[in-house]
């Protein structure tokens, strides 16, 4: 049987992302606004398809309903703009799935309904489909966001002018030594973030904040964007490619100041908010304009996701879960990995191409949030609400 928590959160969820399906008008439910994101449908209608496929076919063992709809949410002989192609409208989708959805939660309610399953022991499979809607909704939000950039109008302004700020943190100095990373006993844990790791990392100082929209904006006014020396080859081919030479958020006003588009359409740019909407790329030549000019912060770079975690862990660090933010290294299997439930939940992205992200959005849910969550995206991505944190080598190495 399920925790009744677990299930009140897996309804709740449900919930939530019928409602935004149902306050969407459907020719814009139907609608795949960016490449790399399904529409809205198709969102929703991956979510019903993961618990057919793990819950009735993997554990029940009746494929029939999965199969039936497997071509069109799973990877494969379709794409993504296929798929999202042939969904039915998102009335349909919202009565097939509030049927489906309701057996699913008598049947993790009732313990006579399901069998003694390896994917069950622990609730791990149940945690695993609640953590997946809940990424699913995160994603749905980033659709509609999408959706305000394009319906977004040049009539808009600011009240706020944003102005650039200085880069200054105040940060915090860990020392060497060996430290654990990872989950340990905890059922929530994806299979990326098992099992608990021993590391040993150099002294570094980690910033307290992550970088603001002020101190960002001060980059972009002493030229960040068009100085090569602060990218790398393939900082400098992305920005061949992409006439946005600024977070992808963010617009002009007639005035030239600057505001950002959000879910519910445009707003002032707060100085002291994290960043949000820049790629690897541009979080990497921010970092180096930062060391380029010397002092304290010279030898600036991107966190690690070790030090990221282990400055989380010991509540070092401040302003977690307003921005994803990019981390230096690629996303890799820990040692001795073992995939849960398979090897395409996570192992699909050990390609060296998908950088790790750290730390949650102001979308995402709080039962995501933890110090040992890994997240992921590839580094010219930038419709992910993700920002930066740098960190810098230790006291002596400068003063």
Same mark, same amino acid.
């Given at each position: 049987?399920?925790?009744?928590?677990?299930?009140?959160?897996?309804?709740?969820? *449900?919930?939530?992302?019928?409602?935004?399906?149902?306050?969407?008008?459907?020719?814009?439910?139907?609608?795949?606004?960016?490449?790399?994101?399904?529409?809205?449908?198709?969102?929703?209608?991956?979510?019903?398809?993961?618990?057919?496929?793990?819950?009735?076919?993997?554990?029940?063992?009746?494929?029939?309903?999965?199969?039936?709809?497997?071509?069109?949410?799973?990877?494969?002989?379709?794409?993504?703009?296929?798929?999202?192609?042939?969904?039915?409208?998102?009335?349909?989708?919202?009565?097939?799935?509030?049927?489906?959805?309701?057996?699913?939660?008598?049947?993790? @309610?009732?313990? +006579?309904?399901?069998?003694?399953?390896?994917?069950?022991?622990?609730?791990?499979?149940?945690?695993?489909?609640?953590?997946?809607?809940?990424?699913?909704?995160?994603?749905?939000?980033?659709?509609?966001?999408?959706?305000?950039?394009?319906?977004?109008?040049?009539? *808009?302004?600011?009240?706020?002018?944003?102005?650039?700020?200085?880069?200054? /943190?105040?940060?915090?100095?860990?020392? %060497?030594?060996?430290?654990?990373?990872?989950?340990?006993?905890?059922?929530? @844990?994806?299979?990326?973030?098992?099992?608990?790791?021993?590391?040993?990392?150099?002294?570094?100082?980690?910033?307290?904040?992550?970088?603001?929209?002020?101190? *960002?904006? &001060?980059?972009?006014?002493?030229?960040?964007?068009?100085?090569?020396?602060?990218?790398?080859?393939?900082?400098?081919?992305?920005?061949?490619?992409?006439?946005?030479?600024?977070?992808?958020? /963010?617009? %002009?006003?007639? %005035?030239?100041?600057?505001? &950002?588009?959000?879910?519910?359409?445009?707003?002032?740019?707060?100085?002291?908010?994290?960043?949000?909407?820049?790629?690897?790329?541009?979080?990497?030549?921010?970092?180096?304009?930062? +060391? @380029?000019?010397?002092?304290?912060?010279?030898?600036?770079?991107?966190?690690?996701?070790?030090?990221?975690?282990? @400055?989380?862990?010991?509540?070092?660090?401040?302003?977690?879960?307003?921005?994803?933010?990019?981390?230096?290294?690629?996303?890799?299997?820990?040692?001795?990995?073992?995939?849960?439930?398979?090897?395409?939940?996570?192992?699909?992205?050990?390609?060296?191409?998908?950088?790790?992200?750290?730390?949650?959005?102001?979308?995402?849910?709080?039962?995501?949030?933890?110090?040992?969550?890994?997240?992921?995206?590839?580094?010219?991505?930038?419709?992910?609400?993700?920002?930066?944190?740098?960190?810098?080598?230790?006291?002596?190495?400068?003063?």
């Amino acid at each position: 049987m399920s925790h009744p928590s677990l299930l009140g959160s897996l309804n709740n969820l *449900y919930e939530m992302q019928a409602q935004l399906l149902e306050s969407t008008p459907p020719d814009r439910a139907r609608l795949q606004v960016h490449p790399e994101l399904g529409s809205l449908n198709w969102l929703f209608g991956r979510g019903v398809y993961l618990e057919l496929h793990w819950l009735r076919e993997q554990v029940l063992g009746d494929a029939d309903l999965a199969c039936r709809v497997e071509s069109l949410f799973r990877p494969g002989g379709q794409s993504l703009a296929e798929q999202c192609a042939q969904l039915p409208p998102s009335d349909h989708l919202l009565n097939w799935a509030a049927e489906i959805r309701d057996d699913h939660l008598m049947r993790l @309610a009732n313990p +006579s309904s399901l069998p003694n399953h390896p994917l069950l022991e622990g609730q791990r499979l149940q945690w695993l489909l609640v953590q997946e809607q809940a990424k699913l909704y995160e994603s749905m939000l980033l659709v509609i966001n999408q959706h305000s950039l394009q319906l977004a109008s040049d009539d *808009y302004r600011v009240v706020q002018p944003l102005r650039a700020a200085a880069p200054a /943190w105040e940060t915090r100095e860990l020392s %060497q030594g060996h430290y654990r990373i990872g989950a340990r006993n905890d059922p929530r @844990a994806y299979d990326n973030e098992l099992p608990p790791q021993a590391v040993e990392l150099s002294s570094y100082r980690i910033a307290l904040g992550p970088v603001s929209n002020a101190q *960002y904006l &001060a980059f972009m006014e002493a030229g960040g964007y068009s100085e090569p020396r602060l990218w790398s080859d393939a900082g400098r081919a992305w920005l061949r490619e992409t006439p946005l030479h600024h977070p992808g958020y /963010w617009r %002009q006003d007639p %005035q030239g100041d600057w505001y &950002a588009i959000g879910i519910n359409g445009p707003a002032d740019l707060p100085a002291d908010e994290p960043v949000t909407g820049i790629n690897q790329h541009e979080a990497q030549a921010y970092a180096n304009w930062v +060391s @380029a000019q010397g002092g304290q912060y010279e030898g600036a770079v991107l966190q690690h996701e070790y030090q990221w975690e282990v @400055a989380a862990r010991s509540g070092v660090i401040r302003t977690i879960g307003r921005a994803w933010e990019w981390c230096s290294n690629p996303f890799q299997a820990y040692a001795e990995f073992t995939p849960f439930p398979d090897a395409t939940i996570s192992a699909a992205d050990f390609d060296g191409r998908h950088p790790v992200l750290r730390g949650g959005s102001m979308h995402t849910q709080r039962l995501l949030r933890r110090a040992s969550l890994r997240h992921r995206a590839r580094a010219p991505q930038r419709f992910q609400l993700s920002g930066l944190r740098l960190v810098f080598p230790p006291r002596h190495e400068w003063s």
